[in-house]
Structures are given as structure tokens and as C-alpha cells.
């Protein structure tokens, strides 16, 4: 693919947008097969095949359907144009952030360094390899004529797709996440880097959480008992009144539990209901997450720590959907406007990103979250019907209006930023404590 990129369509000097278009129009007439000046899905997988570089179904509709921004179909000259001067830009953002000392070039030991900054590990033999799939001209560097021809027609857009890309085509064993692999290398376990770092992440799960836990109390007491004149700094007061500081935190050890893995598939069906019994319990109600446990067995059956399992399951799907298309929509629209010199946005972005995108769905969710709260509290209410999901939004409606349905979400907003900022300085902390690899 780069031999033919390179001899047939593309001149050596690096792309400039006042460059006059000629290697793209070379490019486009090689894929308009029949010479009408659309180029059809067909037309650019054919197309493709024939120059000898075929990416395979997914990679060639990804193309198509992100260069057709009318939706008609067709690519014209000008969309195709378009298309490959957004790539170029991501390519050439994607290569100044490999390109550590900032020659031109990248090499072998630079590719081990930008992996590391993302927490994967592999050995310079690795690195060489995936250098040799993109180097033209034998010189095991790459520079930015050689990576620009040999990710033109790669739908990747950023550093972590290109390394994934790098897996499935070089065979490099570098896992699946770019936050926590999901494999850990030998030297890796030798080293003791592997519970180095699941340690980092419990530690800064649990500080977080317990920073943020009046916050998360004080939500779940404002969905269980609805009250209109329950206001955020009442709630605080009334808590402290009526079990003192230390009540603040009443709950929050089935939080900080559950962020140990083991421990979060024994407890994942019924630790939300011990956590909303505790936080809505009285001073002495419950000896601690055991005796709370052993109560509501005793007094209601194993099926009550079952109870808001279903909405707890639908508000998985808004959430986990719009939180994860909010962020990346969010992303890409920064490397895209303001982005510069890297294709890594940095910590501060990401948070913002990460803050939006969760505040956005909790937005969808948050209904169904509170529907869940209240039907695993309602036992605690004297006199209180035992109603179903469906029974307990209609009833919420008719006596609090669609508001009621957002009861706490104030609180619940309050805890997202310091949450996601605390654990991310605790992390990094953690990891510096550890002598994990920084970024």
C-alpha cells in the first residue's frame, strides 16, 4: 500500500492546506471507476482492492460513512478531499505525540516510551516491529511522510485505536484497555507492577468514594422520603442532629467494599439495598452491614435484598449509552477545534469530558435510580404500601409531579467533579507511590 501511495499518487513533501489537491484528485479518479465523479461504496471497496490495499468490510464503510456528510450515498471530490484532510490532521496530531524529541522521526525507543505513558508495556523488539510494518526505506525510523501514506486510507482516529490496530496486525500483546490491560506482561509480574496498580486504582475508588459519601447520603435520603421542603443544607443539618458527624458516613462501607472485584461479584445483588437501608436508617437501628443484613433477612426474606433490581438494570442502559456517546462526541470535538501539538486532550479535558458526559446521563437515568431507592427503602416506612416499579412511579407523579422523580439530584450533581478529581489525584499519587509508571 505505502510503495504504491507513494510512486503513483503522493508527493514526498507533507500536506499543507494551501497545497494544491492534486494527489487527491489522482487518488479519487483511481476509485470512480466509471469516471461520473461520485464514488459509490462499491466503487471504494473495488477501488481499494485493485491498488492493493483492501482494509476489510468494516474499515471501508467507516470510511464511506464518515466522508459522506450529505448522506446521499455517494462521495464527491469534495467530500473525499475533506475526509482526507480531517485524517491527516488526526494522523499528524497521532505522530507529534510519538515523536518525543521532536526530530521528525519516530523510533523504537519512543514507541516503548508513549506506551508506557498509557500504562502498557512492551520491549524495543516489539516496538521494531511495528515499525518495520510502516517503515518504506529501511531506516527502522518512521518519519512523517512514511506514517501519513501508511494511515491514509486507516480509518483510526486517535493513539489509542492506532495501538489497537497495531495488536490485531503486528500480533503485539498489549491487551485490550488502555487504562487497566486486562493482561499484564512477565516483566510486568516479576516487577509486581500488575497489583501495583490494581491497588492504586482500589485505593483512589475508596477515597473518592468516602470524600463524596455525605453527598451520596444525603441524595438517597432525599429520594426515600420526598419531601418538598427537604433542602440540601436541612438534609445536612438534620442528619448531623440526629446521629452526629460520624452519620455523615453511615453506608459507606458497602461502598468502598464493593470496589474490590472479588467482593463486588459476591455483593453485587444486594449491596445497593444494605447501602440505601443504612444511609436511611436511624442512629442504632443497625449494628453495621452484617446486623443490617441479618435483620432484613430475618424480618423480610432473601427476596428483599432483590428489591429495585429491575429498574436498577433499565437505568444501566441510558446511562452506560449516553454517558459513553456524550464523552466521546465531547472528545473528538476538542481534537478536532483545539487541539494543537498532541492527540492526548490531557487530565483536565477528560475530566470535563467525563464530568459532562456522566452529569448527561444521569439526567436519563436518574428516574429509575430513585424508583430503585425507594423500593428498597419502603419496607422502613410505617404504614407505607409495598408497591411495585410501576406502581411507585405512578404514585410519585400523582402525589409529587414529574419533580419528584428528580428527588436529590442536587446532591447527586454536587458529588460528580471532586469524585472523578479526587480519584484521579489519588491515583496518580498512588501510582508515584508505587513507582508505577507516570505519565
Known amino acids: 500500500m505505502l510503495r504504491w501511495l507513494r510512486a503513483s499518487a503522493l508527493p514526498t513533501a507533507a500536506c499543507h492546506d494551501g497545497e494544491p489537491p492534486t494527489r487527491y484528485e489522482t487518488l479519487f479518479r483511481a476509485l470512480d471507476r466509471n469516471g461520473d465523479g461520485v464514488v459509490d461504496i462499491r466503487e471504494l471497496q473495488e477501488g481499494l482492492r485493485n491498488l492493493g490495499i483492501p482494509l476489510g468490510q468494516d474499515a471501508e464503510e467507516k470510511i464511506f460513512t464518515t466522508g459522506d456528510t450529505n448522506k446521499d450515498g455517494k462521495l464527491d471530490f469534495e467530500e473525499f478531499m475533506k475526509y482526507l484532510k480531517d485524517h491527516e490532521k488526526k494522523m499528524k496530531l497521532a505522530f507529534t505525540s510519538l515523536d518525543k524529541n521532536n526530530d521528525g522521526k519516530i523510533e523504537p525507543s519512543e514507541i516503548v516510551q508513549s506506551l508506557?505513558?498509557?500504562?502498557?508495556?512492551?520491549?524495543?523488539?516489539?516496538?521494531?516491529?511495528?515499525?518495520?510494518?510502516?517503515?518504506?526505506?529501511?531506516?527502522?525510523?518512521?518519519?512523517?511522510?512514511?506514517?501519513?501514506?501508511?494511515?491514509?486510507?486507516?480509518?483510526?482516529?486517535?493513539?489509542?485505536?492506532?495501538?489497537?490496530?497495531?495488536?490485531?496486525?503486528?500480533?503485539?500483546?498489549?491487551?485490550?484497555?488502555?487504562?487497566?490491560?486486562?493482561?499484564?506482561?512477565?516483566?510486568?509480574?516479576?516487577?509486581?507492577?500488575?497489583?501495583?496498580?490494581?491497588?492504586?486504582?482500589?485505593?483512589?475508588?475508596?477515597?473518592?468514594?468516602?470524600?463524596?459519601?455525605?453527598?451520596?447520603?444525603?441524595?438517597?435520603?432525599?429520594?426515600?422520603?420526598g419531601s418538598k421542603s427537604m433542602n440540601i443544607f436541612g438534609g445536612f443539618q438534620q442528619m448531623v442532629k440526629e446521629g452526629g458527624i460520624r452519620s455523615l458516613w453511615r453506608g459507606n462501607g458497602t461502598?468502598?467494599?464493593?470496589?474490590?472485584?472479588?467482593?463486588?461479584?459476591?455483593?453485587?445483588?444486594?449491596?445497593?439495598?444494605?447501602?440505601?437501608?443504612?444511609?436511611?436508617?436511624?442512629?442504632?437501628?443497625?449494628?453495621?452491614?452484617?446486623?443490617?443484613?441479618?435483620?432484613?433477612?430475618?424480618?423480610?426474606?432473601?427476596?428483599?435484598?432483590?428489591?429495585?433490581?429491575?429498574?436498577?438494570?433499565?437505568?444501566?442502559?441510558?446511562?452506560?449509552?449516553?454517558?459513553?456517546?456524550?464523552?466521546?462526541?465531547?472528545?473528538?470535538?476538542?481534537?478536532?477545534?483545539?487541539?494543537?501539538?498532541s492527540a492526548n486532550p490531557g487530565v483536565m479535558v477528560l475530566l470535563g469530558c467525563g464530568a459532562l458526559s456522566s452529569t448527561c446521563g444521569q439526567l436519563a437515568s436518574y428516574p429509575l435510580s430513585l424508583v430503585r431507592t425507594r423500593m428498597q427503602a419502603q419496607a422502613m416506612v410505617e404504614g407505607a404500601p409495598q408497591l411495585n416499579m410501576v406502581g411507585l412511579f405512578q404514585r410519585i407523579i400523582s402525589k409529587e409531579g414529574i419533580p419528584g422523580l428528580y428527588r436529590g439530584i442536587a446532591p447527586n450533581f454536587m458529588k460528580v467533579l471532586p469524585a472523578v478529581g479526587i480519584s484521579y489525584a489519588v491515583y496518580e499519587n498512588m501510582k508515584q507511590m508505587l513507582n508505577i509508571a507516570q505519565k
Open 116 to 225: 508506557q505513558m498509557l500504562g502498557l508495556y512492551i520491549s524495543e523488539k516489539q516496538a521494531e516491529l511495528i515499525l518495520q510494518s510502516i517503515d518504506s526505506d529501511g531506516t527502522m525510523t518512521v518519519d512523517w511522510n512514511e506514517w501519513r501514506d501508511y494511515f491514509l486510507f486507516n480509518p483510526v482516529t486517535d493513539i489509542e485505536e492506532i495501538i489497537r490496530f497495531w495488536k490485531h496486525s503486528v500480533g503485539i500483546d498489549i491487551g485490550d484497555s488502555l487504562t487497566i490491560p486486562d493482561e499484564f506482561t512477565e516483566d510486568e509480574k516479576k516487577s509486581g507492577q500488575w497489583w501495583r496498580q490494581l491497588l492504586a486504582g482500589g485505593v483512589a475508588g475508596a477515597v473518592s468514594r468516602t470524600s463524596t459519601a455525605p453527598l451520596d447520603r444525603l441524595k438517597v435520603m432525599m429520594q426515600v422520603h
Open 255 to 341: 461502598n468502598v467494599i464493593k470496589i474490590a472485584p472479588e467482593t463486588a461479584v459476591k455483593f453485587w445483588a444486594y449491596e445497593q439495598v444494605l447501602k440505601t437501608r443504612l444511609a436511611v436508617a436511624k442512629t442504632g437501628e443497625y449494628s453495621g452491614i452484617y446486623g443490617c443484613a441479618k435483620k432484613i433477612l430475618k424480618q423480610e426474606g432473601f427476596g428483599a435484598f432483590y428489591k429495585g433490581y429491575v429498574p436498577n438494570l433499565l437505568g444501566i442502559i441510558p446511562y452506560a449509552g449516553i454517558d459513553l456517546a456524550v464523552y466521546e462526541l465531547l472528545k473528538s470535538y476538542w481534537l478536532e477545534n483545539f487541539a494543537k501539538d
